[in-house]
C-alpha cells in the first residue's frame, strides 16, 4: 500500500469517524465516555493524517 493511498484510508475513517461523532451526540443513550472515545481515535488518526502528509 503506498503512503497516498494510506492517508486516503486514514482520511476516509476520519470522516466516518466524524459523522458517527455528530450522530451519538444527537442520540440521547450515548454515553459520554463513547463519545470521548470516538474523538480521541478522531484526534489520533488526524495526528497520523498530518505526520504521514509532512
Do not use: C, F, W
Amino acid at each position: 500500500m503506498s503512503v497516498a493511498s494510506h492517508v486516503e484510508t486514514l482520511r476516509v475513517k476520519h470522516e466516518n469517524l466524524s459523522k458517527a461523532v455528530e450522530q451519538a451526540q444527537r442520540a440521547p443513550g450515548t454515553s459520554d465516555l463513547d463519545i470521548a472515545e470516538m474523538k480521541r481515535e478522531k484526534l489520533r488518526l488526524k495526528e497520523e493524517i498530518t505526520r504521514l502528509t509532512q
